[in-house]
Nanobody
Framework: QVQLVESGGGLVQPGGSLRLSCAAS????????MSWFRQAPGKGLESVSYINRPGDDTHYTDSVKGRFTVSRDNAKNTLYLQMNSLKPEDTAVYYC???????WGQGTQVTVSS
């Protein structure tokens, strides 16, 4: 059974940090490039970051560059998103997926508010 399970979301004050995790099972995680997406209230799905299969090539949407870092541990079948200097506009449900949209997680809520 294929699963992608996100965790690590929550409520944080502006300027704070969170680390999201995405645990993969049921497929060969190391064979897939991965992405993080987010959906803010009332808005469409936005691509946040990309990481290739070995984890040595990453890309970010402009609004998170310099603040977010994507990484992966293929031995642990886990994808991460370190989010620093969080802003209220980062509030969204964050999803992990394979880059080719084969598999999706259920999402984790991130709320940035004072």
């Amino acid at each position: 059974q294929v699963q992608l399970v996100e965790s690590g979301g929550g409520l944080v004050q502006p300027g704070g940090s969170l680390r999201l995790s995405c645990a993969a099972s049921g497929f060969t995680f190391s064979n897939y490039s991965m992405s993080w997406f987010r959906q803010a209230p009332g808005k469409g799905l936005e691509s946040v970051s990309y990481i290739n299969r070995p984890g040595d090539d990453t890309h970010y949407t402009d609004s998170v560059k310099g603040r977010f870092t994507v990484s992966r541990d293929n031995a642990k079948n886990t994808l991460y998103l370190q989010m620093n200097s969080l802003k209220p506009e980062d509030t969204a449900v964050y999803y992990c997926s394979t880059f080719t949209f084969d598999y999706w997680g259920q999402g984790t809520q991130v709320t940035v508010s004072s």
